[in-house]
């Protein structure tokens, strides 16, 4: 079992940037790929980012390419997102997950998720 608690979210002006946590429990968690999802107002939730289980692999969804940085440290027990460059449309609820294999986009593919963190972007 893995339990995943997200912190970072917060209000920022269009063009700041913050950065998401995600602190997992468990000894295990080092053996697990990561991900970063998001859910806007009245739309689904969508893939944002993925890091491998050794942090070597990272994937991200082309929306956030070259503004997001998704990291993690196995000594912590954390993953981040780093974002960078905020746009009104990245006003979201993020959320973070963990699958015991390899990296993935697919939501479906995911074991656990943490309750997610309001991210709510400014003009």
């Known amino acids: 079992q893995v339990q995943l608690i997200e912190s970072g979210g917060g209000l920022v002006q269009a063009g700041g940037s913050l950065r998401l946590s995600c602190a997992a429990s468990?000894?295990?968690?080092?053996?697990?790929?990561m991900g970063w999802f998001r859910q806007a107002p009245g739309k689904e939730r969508d893939f944002v980012a993925a890091?491998?289980?050794?942090?070597?692999?990272?994937y991200y969804a082309d929306s956030v390419k070259g503004r997001f940085t998704i990291s993690r440290d196995n000594a912590k027990n954390t993953v981040y997102l780093q974002m960078n460059s905020l746009k009104l449309e990245d006003t979201a609820v993020y959320y973070c997950?963990?699958?015991?294999?390899?990296?993935?986009?697919?939501?479906?593919?995911?074991?656990?998720w943490g309750q997610g963190t309001q991210v709510t972007v400014s003009s």
């Open positions: 997950a963990a699958r015991r294999y390899g990296i993935s986009n697919y939501q479906a593919e995911y074991e656990y």
């Open positions: 468990g000894r295990t968690f080092s053996s697990y790929a």
């Open positions: 890091i491998s289980w050794s942090g070597g692999g990272t």
